[in-house]
């Protein structure tokens, strides 16, 4: 394990004792926390270690918003709702992948982002299954005290976040990771020294697709009711590239880092300033791009530079 | 030595344009084969058809008893089918260790990428850069990433190996250099096919000469006959060369 991989697994720890110190409202926090670091990881797999600029997000959570939601209310009990929604998410995308990932560029994005419209439409009419544009009821998961499902939820999340971070750092130590920076920096190169880059692209795929369809079975479970429109939300697949973006593009520590600061921005900015959060958050954005543009985890070696530079 | 490589027939179009047609030819193991032709001729595709970047339109290609023609440019690296680009293609974060290190991992199952390191360092050694191991591969020079193409391409301990260019933009003490190497990689076994615009260094090495025009294959035999063909002369060597050619020999 490398450094930083112990330093985010240190924060992921330290992160697990929120319930020691907060309330409810902390809680809640905590579980939006956790989810965001989910996107963020995610997408860092194909957008970070891959290269690919993906919009794919939001389809993923949807679908398995979708897929426990729907499960739940057939009699599934949640753990095991879940578990299917990552199997199917993980397979779904990876035969996804293998197609998707044949464009390129702005191609791949615009496709990616198509994903997600496509998705809401088939929701939205799939009423019989999905209750269409009324939405979904879903059946309470437990029936404890309002603390208590707090607390439930947060360590859902916070489990999926876990396992996403042990994903993450098995992958980007692997031959998969290694495969997937080549494909990055030179995939004409890349399949001449005989990488199937088919394959690691739909495994990439895969892997950032199938813990945020879990992510959305949970956010489904803690809401209780989704409709089409909330939760195939373009923005949750703009928010992960932003906090990659801020936290440092290709590393996991930096892309919960960004996650962590970018949940704290949309908290301060949208209790403060609900008018105009969006633009005053979307300024800030631009701010720290502007100043940071290799993100939160190049400040540690500008310091360093600094430092080295005086003496 | 029983055939390699053979071409049947084979064509390839890009849209109108008629990039290669018909051709047919046999390249024994063990073979020195300079691949030579106008700018256009349709050289690199050649190359390309046969690695599987872009598939003939028609026609058959074997590859050491097996049909290839419709593989993918990762199974035809699998196979032993090494080739360098033209255009230099390195992975260009990667030091030039790792660069050769993906070659040894990706082309052969089961390599850790430990042992592909490892790998890694004699190839390096064995071009000359094993002082720059560790330098990321867009800090070379010209000269240097050409020679990082070979020892990539030597990592995957190729049957037969396409060298395209490989002396275009260097110097001549560093087109000794190569030339040396590959003289060093025939010997060692490894049947090769060089696309090269430098005449000496063709004459020098290669045992066999296949020429190419507007996608036609129009001489293919021994060097000495090849250079004195009209239609050679007409399409690609010119007068000149000719005349002085034909003043030594
Ligand atoms: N991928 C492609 N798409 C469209 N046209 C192509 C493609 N590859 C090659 N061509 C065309 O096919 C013809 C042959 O090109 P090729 O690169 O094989 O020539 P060459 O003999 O290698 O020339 P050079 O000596 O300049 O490298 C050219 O007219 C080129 O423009
Ligand atoms: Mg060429």
Request: with cysteine; glycine share 10%.
């Amino acid at each position: 394990m490398t450094r930083s991989s112990i330093a985010l697994a240190v924060l992921l720890a330290v992160l697990a004792l929120l319930p020691l110190v907060g309330g409810a409202y902390a809680l809640r926090l905590g579980t939006i926390a956790c989810m965001y670091a989910v996107f963020a990881l995610s997408w860092n797999i194909v957008g970070g270690f891959l290269g690919y600029p993906s919009f794919a997000t939001a389809a993923f959570f949807g679908f398995g918003a979708y897929a426990t939601g729907v499960l739940m209310t057939l009699g599934v009990p949640l753990p095991l709702a879940l578990v299917a929604t990552l199997i199917t998410c993980l397979l779904a995308a990876s035969v996804l992948g293998a197609v998707l990932l044949r464009l390129r560029g702005h191609y791949f994005a615009i496709a990616s982002l198509s994903l997600v419209e496509v998705l809401r439409e088939v929701v939205n009419n799939a009423t019989d299954l999905t209750g269409g544009g009324m939405g979904l009821n879903i059946p309470l998961a437990s029936n404890s005290s309002v603390l208590g499902d707090a607390l439930f939820f947060f360590y859902a999340m916070w489990i999926v976040l876990a396992l996403t971070a042990a994903m993450v750092i098995a992958v980007s130590a692997s031959k998969l990771g290694f495969g997937l920076a080549c494909i990055r920096q030179n995939e004409t190169a890349a399949n001449m020294v005989g990488l199937n880059t088919t394959l690691y692209k739909s495994i990439a795929f895969g892997l950032s697709a199938c813990f945020v369809g879990v992510a959305g079975g949970i956010y489904a479970a803690w809401v209780h009711y989704i409709d089409p429109s909330d939760v195939f939300d373009i923005l949750y697949s703009v928010k992960p590239i932003v906090m990659a973006l801020i936290g440092g593009l290709g590393s996991p520590l930096g892309v919960v880092c960004g996650a962590l600061v970018y949940l704290g921005l949309e908290e301060v900015v949208w209790r403060n300033y609900i008018q105009i959060h969006s633009g005053l958050l979307g300024l800030l954005v631009v701010l720290l791009l502007l100043f940071l543009p290799h993100g939160l985890v190049s400040l540690r070696t500008r310091l360093f530079r600094r430092k080295a530079g005086h003496a | 030595m029983p055939e390699i490589l053979s071409l049947a027939g084979v064509s390839r179009h890009f849209s109108g344009l008629q990039a290669l047609r018909d051709v047919s030819l046999g390249i024994a193991g063990g073979e020195i084969v300079g691949l030579i032709g106008p700018n256009g001729a349709g050289k690199t595709t050649l190359v390309n058809t046969v690695c599987g970047v872009t598939p003939a339109s028609a026609g058959t290609v074997t590859f050491a008893g097996r049909d290839i023609t419709r593989l993918k440019p990762y199974q035809a690296a699998r196979l032993g089918l090494a080739r360098t680009f033209q255009i230099v293609q390195p992975f260009a974060e990667f030091s030039a260790l790792d660069n050769v290190a993906t070659a040894a991992l990706f082309s052969q199952p089961g390599q850790s990428l430990k042992a592909a390191r490892e790998n890694a360092r004699e190839h390096l050694a064995f071009v000359g850069l094993d002082g720059q191991a560790d330098q990321p591969a867009s800090t070379l020079t010209l000269a240097m990433r050409k020679r990082l193409e070979l020892a990539k391409a030597l990592a995957m301990k190729p049957k037969l190996l396409f060298l395209d260019e490989v002396n275009a933009g260097l110097n001549s003490a560093e087109v000794e250099k190569a030339t040396a190497l590959i003289r060093q990689l025939a010997a060692g076994g490894i049947t090769i096919v060089m696309i090269e615009h430098l005449m000496k260094v063709v004459l020098n090495v290669c045992t066999r000469i296949v020429v190419l025009h507007n996608g036609e294959l129009i001489a293919d035999g021994a060097p000495r006959d090849v250079v004195r063909n009209p239609a050679v002369i007409d399409a690609y060597l010119g007068q000149q060369y000719a005349q002085r050619h034909g003043a030594h020999g």
